[in-house]
């Protein structure tokens, strides 16, 4: 199969970038992704790692011209989240960090060479026709700062590292059913923190009826959202 990063339109306006990863990375292998939104203010949710940093600049460059970029956006701190952060912000002189409260004040201030904006639970940003709206999932599926975009425009959900497919040859987006496989997955490396307040804040996004989840691991899904969401939290509790 091919290794090279692809770009595939998983929403109006949404594009996945997609870097598969080989075996020696996780059996059967692994993607990183990264989701753009092209608008008046576009966005990255997700920066990749640092060594994947050329790559992924110039698969955005296949889009919009990677200095365009307005937010470089994240769900929690983690490399494969917010690792090239930096190196986005030399090579968008517009672009600000945007990220959750938690982030800006225990991390993201001291780590970034500029300052995050930061967005509390619930507020929105308009980045032309396409909205995103900050929501705290704290320690879901882990990390105290861990938090989503909902766009509403397209009713995507940016759902960062839930629904995580091992595998590195699959579909962009997909209808079939991605939770038996990232059950598949977690089962053997629990990267839930199985917190207390895990399942009120699945029920939350489940309540956002989302049409696309753009997952960062594997393929991104099309269906009835708010009910795979509340089959993940079935099984997330059992
Ligand atoms: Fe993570
Ligand atoms: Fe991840």
Same mark, same amino acid.
């Given at each position: 199969?091919?290794?090279?990063?692809?770009?595939?339109? !998983?929403? $109006?306006? !949404?594009?996945?970038?997609?870097?598969?990863?080989?075996?020696?990375?996780?059996?059967?292998?692994? =993607?990183?992704?990264?989701?753009? &939104?092209?608008?008046?203010?576009?966005?990255?949710?997700?920066?990749?790692?640092?060594?994947?940093?050329?790559?992924? @600049? $110039?698969?955005?460059?296949?889009?919009?011209?990677?200095?365009?970029?307005? #937010? &470089?956006?994240?769900?929690?701190?983690?490399?494969?989240?917010?690792?090239?952060?930096?190196?986005?912000?030399?090579?968008?002189?517009?672009?600000?960090?945007?990220?959750? @409260?938690?982030?800006?004040?225990?991390? &993201?201030?001291? *780590?970034?060479?500029?300052?995050?904006?930061?967005?509390?639970?619930?507020?929105?940003?308009?980045?032309? =026709?396409?909205?995103?709206? #900050?929501?705290? =999932?704290?320690?879901?599926?882990?990390? #105290?700062?861990?938090?989503?975009?909902?766009?509403?425009?397209?009713? =995507?959900?940016?759902?960062?590292?839930?629904?995580?497919? +091992? +595998?590195? +040859?699959?579909?962009?987006?997909?209808?079939?059913? &991605? *939770?038996?496989?990232?059950?598949?997955?977690? @089962?053997?490396?629990?990267?839930?923190?199985?917190?207390?307040?895990?399942?009120?804040?699945?029920?939350?996004?489940?309540?956002?009826?989302?049409?696309?989840?753009?997952?960062?691991?594997?393929? %991104?899904?099309? +269906?009835?959202?708010?009910?795979?969401?509340? %089959?993940?939290?079935?099984? !997330?509790? @059992?």
């Amino acid at each position: 199969m091919s290794r090279d990063t692809n770009v595939h339109e !998983i929403a $109006d306006g !949404i594009y996945r970038i997609s870097t598969p990863l080989p075996v020696d990375v996780a059996p059967g292998g692994f =993607t990183f992704n990264q989701y753009l &939104i092209a608008d008046e203010e576009p966005l990255l949710f997700h920066t990749g790692p640092r060594r994947l940093f050329p790559r992924v @600049r $110039d698969a955005v460059a296949r889009v919009l011209p990677p200095e365009r970029l307005r #937010w &470089i956006s994240f769900s929690h701190v983690e490399a494969d989240e917010c690792g090239s952060l930096n190196e986005w912000l030399a090579a968008a002189p517009q672009a600000a960090p945007l990220c959750g @409260r938690v982030a800006a004040l225990v991390s &993201i201030t001291d *780590l970034a060479d500029r300052p995050p904006r930061a967005l509390g639970d619930g507020e929105t940003l308009a980045l032309g =026709t396409r909205r995103v709206t #900050w929501l705290d =999932t704290p320690h879901v599926p882990h990390a #105290w700062e861990c938090g989503f975009l909902w766009e509403s425009h397209t009713r =995507t959900l940016l759902c960062g590292d839930l629904f995580t497919q +091992g +595998g590195n +040859g699959l579909p962009a987006l997909t209808e079939a059913d &991605i *939770l038996e496989p990232s059950e598949a997955f977690r @089962r053997p490396m629990d990267y839930y923190s199985h917190a207390r307040d895990g399942g009120r804040h699945l029920e939350r996004l489940a309540g956002l009826e989302p049409a696309t989840l753009s997952c960062m691991h594997g393929s %991104a899904w099309r +269906g009835d959202g708010g009910k795979l969401l509340r %089959a993940l939290a079935d099984a !997330i509790e @059992r």
